[in-house]
């Protein structure tokens, strides 16, 4: 409602001795003066600019004969003040202008500007007046006066010998004797025959307020009873008084009244403030609610405040303010919902956490419409280390100016339809819907304002949609539009505003006239004629229909109250408005889907219907009257009402009436009356119905019942006119905000599958809720309630203690508003399973489903539910409990629903818990039935605390084994720790939740980090020919290593250690080499070891061909073709085929020749399938063409004679990796000038066709290196026909004649290759050239005899001259696919990426293996 706005301001009064600092400050009736008293001074002061006017100074001799002045009281027409003193005199004062037409501030504008020119009221709006202060009577009463009080023409006096003095303004008593309280009858209502009288002598009042609408006054006695005082009949004498008073209050201090509300607040000495309405029918008091604080949100403050010093509602009657004895400032809603107070937070403790002195306050005062309060404080006790002059400052007198901002509903209650929160301050507007535009433009940051362009507007289509639901939860940032200067200089205070329903226009009405501003153009519209914006006077609020504005006023000029609307297109100007007279003041306007609703001040309520109209290029809209109802009989006092609106809601909800269309008419008028919601629905019990169907064109409306009260204590109310069938219980239903009581929806119940409704059961019922945010708008569809909040920042620490003074920055935390959000859902949900509507409630939750929120909505029920009864001290007759957990299993999300309650809630509570869902057992177990791990694994958390180490290992186990199934490396990870805590006895602390990333792993090829590969000598200080590679075995390091390196002797470590290798076994079984790698690489698994020990068991391959085909598909790599264009190959030349086998045979003689992997030499693919027999590969023609020249004479010499075409460009085209990146840029120069033939072109994209994905080549080179260093030399053999490299081949065969190799094994390889061979021939003959090429190594194979050889076999042999040398030029020519250098992969584990997801799908998994590239190159 009101919102602490910034640091209060600080007004210096005129320095003086501490006896002269004001202590009282009282307001004029419009709130435009503010009178201050110090002991024997009177000042006037102006409200906007805030300025000293004048000051009154009692001389020396009179004071002493008056005393100190007391109180202060304005005359209503604010001609005069009445002052009291401490001996009992009433003086009055004159208050005249001083110098005519002079003025004692004026602005001063440069020449010419617009300002200058005469506006009428001009100077009154700008200027602060010269007054002058006369005393003009003395009045001695001869007791001392305890209270002032201005009654319509008279002054009320109240002395504390127990009389009543009525005085006329004028400074007599019209011989009117005064009243002896003594003589007054007080009971405890009107009806009692004649009432006790006060029976004791020194009785009298000492606080007292007059309430023009109860027509009485409410008093608080020197003992503490308070009571309220009404005249019987007209007459105000002795005889005609009469008193009620409640029992139950004996420690008043004071009191104020709310007019609006007919609410009287009685501060008490206990600190609570007690507010009290009176009974319609029998006169007595009843207690309405209590303000108190509380001891659940102020601890150690809630009983110390003191007793209450003063009370305040604001102008518009809507917030009150309490300040007590001890200090402290507490804001209120009307029916109790607390905004603010001071004593807790930033305000009562310093950023160091010491506690701050609270604010004492003598007297406050509010300003023009709210925006600010007048406070003269009473600080406490300086403190002493500063120096003299400081504390002269200190002491200087000042008045506190604390500014607010509110929300329109305060003063604008037909903005209760909308789904905005619009807040409006002394100059500016805060509006929550500024940010649609994000949502379309994500580069735009959150503090950017809107800019869509016209066309793309985000409101366009589906504006009357609810915003969607990023806009709404978005940022707590408001979209801030300042108020046109222009217009705020001549018609301050903002006194209404409104936006439109697309939220892309607002609409403020000051003192005169209005302008509207477009938030799309940012522009504001005033009136081009001022004279015309002078000559109104919006009285009733004003409201947006599509694009016009629809407003009440008063016509200066014509003395006549008018129903105005202007299109917000054109120019703002009278003429293009269209004006309908009214007979009375319009006090309040709402405007509902095509009608306008106007209460007026003679108590009726006129229907208006609204239509555009077109004539020409003019637009206007039309205005008739359509029905008029008048509410005199039930409305005591016109000022009473607090909004009216026209709804669609009505008792029956549509499905019973005759014509369901008439559902969505306007079905009642809903009127606030003073806090009482009241209905009045259309009549349908009489034959209208008919008519109405004989003859459509005449509108013939149906008359209203009678008024039904539907809620009391009501501060809001917000309907909607759209209309949802998935959602007809949120829209068809109408919500109330309420104060303390929190809020309360009247709900429509629905019988399911339309059936025809129970007769015995009610249509609608009325659920009560609580939310913590005071709300200010309902989104419907979105099952939310958004609302703002004061948010404080402390800055007293930019100040030292000793610096120049107490600033309010060091005194005061500054104050935003922020933007909040609430959830009311599952409050509903709970409220309609209390009451056994479990049907209802499903209907309901089923139509929100789709929300995002709707997890958490079960999530919140199921907890409060649980909390509330499980730590109930007294038995529970009927829980609630197992309700809503069957309610919960109704909907897919009940595992994890229950699951993140018992995660959240603490373990005492868990017993109770799954006594009512079902056995945590059973959970996990339908989880895992379900596929859902992440799940399974937080219910395995509460299986350790609650069974037995034995059962959460076998249900660890399940979960450990399922996760290893599906790839979920994450939980896998998680699970290992798990199995070792419950192994190594710590089950004790829950291990820590799996959704938790890793984040050690950084890179897809963890086993870099337990097996580095290094260089034994650095590559810059040797010559490159000269290297040779160790295979050095380190430690393991990171989370997943520890397994090795601690207690690796634990039998839990062997449980883990058997579960993984059987998990290994079955991947290769299967030929997953894809995911065995992937396994190895996330889980740190030592894959090589474990290769060594399975070399004849699990790692042997037992049918080659099936191998062979797995990993084509597994990989995606394509089957070898062959095109039909190769039989026409230049390579199919007979004299080129002894260069292809002399090449070969010397990549035999040197079989680490071509194993890039452990020779850094660049990698690229080679692939002889169209040039059948010959295979140089590439860094044989790249290093020939650019290194030595013997090599050049070897091997180029022959081919680049007599023919056109260079095998060397054709070979570097084909095989170096930047082709396959489409780079067709960097072939080597020395070969750039040549051209290709069209065949040779065509045998490039063949060769290109037949090759994976690059990423899949890095993996499979990976396995390969792996599986050669394990010796599976058959695994080697499979992976080298895939690659269509012969030197792979070669090597392995050169490794199996020097080494002890498994004779079983060289047969299994030697039988595997006969059967892919024949398995070639007849399905798939594109292997046969390569099988041709490796033919004599075949036949090697088979003369091999079974020798022993040396060990090291496995250790590679120290290269030694070999007629290659690695390139300077190889990064240039970026023949190369390698990324990284070996010595960089040595530098650890942390350059690999971990995976993110826990769900991997196998495109992610493929992509990931892929990712930490093997290959290597020496820099």
Known sequence: MYFLSGWPKRLLCAPGSPAEAPFHIQSDPQRAFFAVLAPARLSIWYSRPSVLIVTYKEPAKSSTQFGSYKQTEWRPDSTMIAVSTANGYILFFHIISSRGDKYLYEPVYPKGSPQMKGMPHFKEEQCAPALNLEMSKILDLQAPIMSLQSVLED????????????????????????????????????????????????????????????????????????????????????????????????????????????????????????????????????????????????????????????????????????????????????????LLCTLGGDFAYRSDGTKKDPLKINSMSWGAEGYHLWVISGFTSQPTDIDADIRNIIKQPSILLF????????????????????????????????????????????????????????????????????????????????????????????????????????????????AHYSLLTKKWKLFGNITQEQNMIVTGGLAWWNDFMVLACYNISDRQEELRVYLRTSNLDNAFAHVTKAQAETLLLSVFRDMVIVFRADCSICLYSIERKSDGSNTTAGIQVLQEVSMSRYIPHPFLVVSVTLTSVSTENGITLKMPQQARDAESIMLNLAGQLIMMQRDRSGPQIREKDSNPNQRKLLPFCPPVVLAQSVENVWTTCRANKQKRHLLEALWLSCGGAGMKVWLPLFPRDHRKPHSFLSQRIMLPFHINIYPLAVLF?????????????????????????????????????????????????????????????????????????????????????????ATSREPIPDPLL????????????????????????????????????????????????????????????????????????????????????????????HMIRFLKAIGSGDSETPPSTPTAQEPSSSGGFEFFRNRSISLSQSAENVPPSKFSLQKTLSMPSGPSGKRWSKD?????????????????????????????????????????????????????????????????????????????????????????????????????????????????????????????????????????????????????????????CSIGSATDLTESSSMVDGDWTMVDENFSTLSLTQSELEHISMELASKGPHK?????????????????????????????????????????????????????????????????????????????????????????????????????????????????????????????????????????????????????EEEHFQDGTYDCSVS
Request: aromatic share 8%.
């Open 1256 to 1404: 899949s080549q890095v993996q499979l080179r990976y396995l390969l290196h792996i599986f050669m260093e394990a010796g599976c030399l058959d695994w080697c053999i499979v992976i080298g026909l895939i690659l269509r490299e012969s030197s792979i081949i070669s090597q392995v065969l050169t490794i199996s004649q020097s080494s002890e190799v498994d004779g079983e094994m060289l047969q299994n390889i030697k039988t595997g290759l006969h059967a892919v061979d024949r398995w070639a021939s007849t399905d798939c003959p594109g292997y046969k050239p390569f099988l041709n090429i490796i033919k004599p190594q075949l036949q090697k194979l088979s003369e091999i005899t079974e020798e022993q050889v040396q060990p090291d076999a496995f250790q590679p042999a120290a290269m030694g001259k070999t007629s290659e040398q690695t390139s300077p030029r190889a990064e240039e020519n970026r023949g190369s696919s390698c990324h990284g250098s070996i010595a960089q992969i040595e530098a650890g584990g942390n350059s690999v990426v971990s995976r993110k997801e826990e769900d991997i799908t196998s495109g992610d």
């Open 1048 to 1204: 690796s002797d634990c039998a839990e470590n062997m449980y883990i250690d058997m579960m993984l290798w059987r998990h290994a076994r079955r991947l290769l079984e299967d030929v997953r080499l894809k995911d065995l790698g992937c396994f190895a690489a996330q889980l740190g698994f030592e894959l090589i070891s474990w290769l060594c020990k399975e070399r004849t068991r699990a790692a042997r391959v037992d049918n080659f061909v099936i191998a062979l085909k797995r990993l084509h598909k597994d990989f995606l790599w394509p089957l070898p073709i062959i095109p039909a264009s190769s039989i026409n190959s230049p390579f199919k030349n007979g004299k080129y085929r002894t260069v292809g086998e002399q090449l070969l045979k010397s990549q035999a003689a040197n079989p680490f020749l071509s194993l890039e992997i452990d020779t850094g030499i660049s990698n690229i693919q080679r692939s002889q399938s169209w040039f059948s027999n010959i295979g140089p590969t590439h860094h044989e023609t790249d290093t020939a063409s650019s290194h030595g020249p013997q090599m050049q004479d070897a091997f180029l010499s022959p081919l680049s004679k007599g023919d056109e």
């Open 403 to 514: 500014q607010f901002i509110k929300s329109v509903l305060t003063v604008n209650p037909c903005m209760s339809n909308q789904e905005q929160v619009l807040l409006q301050g002394e100059d500016r507007l805060y509006l929550n819907c500024g940010e649609a535009s994000q949502a379309q433009n994500p580069k735009s940051s959150s503090h950017s304002q809107l800019k869509p362009s016209r066309e793309k507007s985000p409101f366009t289509d589906g504006g009357f949609e609810s915003q969607g639901l990023s806009t709404l939860l978005g940022h707590r940032h408001w979209h801030v539009v300042q108020i046109s200067s222009t217009y705020l200089e001549s018609n301050w205070p903002i006194r209404f505003s409104a936006i439109d329903k697309l939220g892309q226009n607002i609409a403020v009405v000051g003192k005169f006239g209005f």
């Open 781 to 869: 569809e979105d099952a939310l309630v958004l609302g703002a909040v004061n948010d404080t920042l402390l800055y007293d620490s930019l100040y030292t203690r000793n610096s120049a003074r107490e600033h309010l920055e060091v005194l005061f935390p500054f104050c935003v508003v922020e933007r909040t959000s609430q959830i009311y859902l599952h409050h509903i949900l709970r409220q309609l399973l209390v009451r056994n509507l479990g049907e209802q409630a499903l209907l309901l939750a089923q139509s929100c489903a789709a929300l995002p929120y709707f997890p958490h909505v079960l999530e919140l029920m199921l907890h409060e539910v649980l909390e509330e009864e």
């Open 155 to 338: 002054l009320l006096v109240a002395t504390s010998d127990g009389f009543l003095h009525l005085i006329h303004w004028e400074g007599m008593t019209n011989g009117r004797k005064a009243i002896n309280l003594c003589t007054v009858p007080f009971s405890v209502d009107l009806q009692s025959s004649r009432g006790s009288f006060l029976g004791f002598t020194d009785v009298h009042i000492r606080d007292m307020e007059y309430c023009a609408t109860l027509d009485g006054f409410a008093v608080v006695f020197n003992d503490g009873k308070v009571g309220f005082i009404t005249p019987v009949s007209s007459r105000f004498t002795a005889e005609q008084l009469h008193g009620v008073w409640p029992q139950d209050v004996v420690d008043g201090t004071c009191v104020a009244i709310n007019n609006k509300y007919r609410l009287m607040a009685f501060g008490c000495a206990s600190g609570s403030v007690q507010v009290y309405t009176i009974d319609n029918t029998t006169g007595a008091m009843l207690l309405s609610h209590k303000l108190e604080l509380t001891a659940k949100q102020y601890p150690d403050i809630w009983n110390k405040t003191g007793a209450v010093k003063l009370i305040r509602w604001s102008p518009d009657n809507s917030v009150v303010i309490v300040t007590w004895e001890y200090g402290g400032l507490s804001l209120w809603s009307v029916f109790g919902a607390q």
């Open 882 to 973: 197992p309700t809503v957990a069957k309610f919960i299993t109704e909907f897919p999300l009940f595992l994890q629903t229950v699951v993140h309650c018992a995660r959240k809630t603490e373990y005492a509570l868990w017993n109770y818990l799954f006594a009512a869902v079902g056995n945590p057992k059973d959970l996990f177990e339908e989880c895992l039935m379900a596929q859902d791990l992440d799940t399974a694994a937080s219910y395995l958390i509460i299986l350790q605390n609650m069974e037995v180490p034995a059962v959460s290992r076998q249900h660890a186990t399940l979960l450990f084994n399922t996760a290893l199934e599906q790839g979920k490396w994450d939980l896998c990870r």
